[in-house]
């Protein structure tokens, strides 16, 4: 059986929508677990008015929080596989099928994830047998630069997080998910399939959106304890900031921190490529690095003729010859 986990915050304009697409699954052996967390708008209407006896409806006496809420969901579940659900979002009517069936089929996968598809798109056809799993030493790779996964894709066999006493950490807010991945790739394998099960919507009040102060700071918290866990390395503070400036490619660097990236960046990567506690993708993983360096000095270019010759000092022969040309045009033409 899979438990699926949604937390509803004020989710009226789009709960409709989103219940409809979990209990119109074709897969269906599940239990629907909604945490009403505090809605002061229509959602408890909404909820109510389904009589569906898969559905176990939950009503938080005040707003607590989706760190809070979905631990409570965790404690409620019954399954043997977790899901998680936005309600915002539409799953592919064939979601739970297909993640049930990739994960029986591959007992050592822990947690999995999908693509996505916005709102002005169609979900593609598919062949069961042919699903492509994204390797997990991409995933890893991926974990030291951005979240690996998004939230309200992934399965999750639950006796993994009951077997490594794993929650989502109340030290992360807004950054909860993150945190449950990187704890997890220590312990289990984590990957995605290349194929959308679910048509993800954006909007201005998203967390991304909303508290992306707070998340790029707890998620960067998270990626540093990890990083020092798992590899012979010790960050500073100005390297912390360095660090993730290239994971947002922010676009406030200071010269003295540029002049201190090469530094940064020959330690992190030789930390990373020689550590053997987790698997990557040594290949991908430097692609990776390079390419966000790179887009760094271009976010940068107001710093002018000293980023260029910092960068030509540096990286000159690290990036393509149209990342030079870029950032020259950019700095001087300023285009």
């Not at 289990?188 to 048509?199: A, E, F, H, M, R």
């Not at 508290?211 to 590899?231: D, G, M, W």
């Not at 940068?300 to 000159?316: A, D, E, K, Q, V």
Request: aromatic share 14%.
């Amino acid at each position: 059986m899979v438990s699926v986990l949604m937390s509803v915050f004020n989710g009226g304009d789009y709960l409709n929508e989103s219940i409809s697409s979990i209990l119109n699954q074709t897969y269906s052996d599940f239990e629907l677990i909604i945490i009403n967390d505090g809605s002061i708008d229509n959602s408890e209407e909404i909820i109510l008015a389904y009589k569906d006896n898969r559905i176990r409806y939950f009503k938080n006496d005040q707003n607590r929080g989706l760190i809070f809420s979905l631990n409570k969901g965790l404690s409620e579940s019954n399954g043997d596989y977790i899901v998680r659900m936005d309600a915002d979002d539409v799953c592919h009517p064939d979601r739970f099928k297909i993640l049930f069936y990739l994960m029986e089929k591959n007992q050592d996968i822990s947690i999995m994830g999908s693509s996505v598809i916005d709102f002005s798109s169609y979900f593609p056809s598919y062949n069961l047998s042919s699903i492509e799993l994204i390797d997990f030493k991409i995933i890893n790779s991926i974990a030291f630069f951005n979240c690996p996964l998004l939230h309200p894709t992934v399965i999750i066999r639950f006796d993994f997080l009951k077997e490594n006493n794993l929650l989502y950490d109340s030290n992360y807010i807004h950054a909860e998910d993150n945190a449950l991945w990187l704890d997890s790739i220590k312990k289990g394998k984590v990957l995605s399939i290349d194929y959308p099960l679910l048509k993800y919507r954006r909007h201005p009040d998203q967390v991304s959106n909303i508290h992306n102060k707070t998340q790029h700071i707890n998620s960067t918290k998270k990626r540093v304890e990890f990083l020092e866990s798992i590899a012979d390395i010790k960050l500073s503070e100005n390297e912390i900031n360095i660090y993730r400036s290239i994971c947002y490619k922010y676009d406030d660097l200071t010269m003295s921190e540029f002049n201190n990236i090469n530094r940064f960046i020959i330690k992190f990567e030789n930390s990373i490529l020689n550590q053997e506690y987790i698997k990557i993708d040594k290949r991908y993983f430097s692609k990776l690095l390079y390419n966000r360096v790179s887009l760094l000095y271009l976010r940068n270019s107001h710093l002018g003729f000293p980023l260029l010759i910092n960068y030509f000092s540096n990286f000159m022969f690290n990036f393509k010859i149209f990342t030079s040309l870029k950032l020259i045009r950019r700095i001087v033409y300023g285009i």
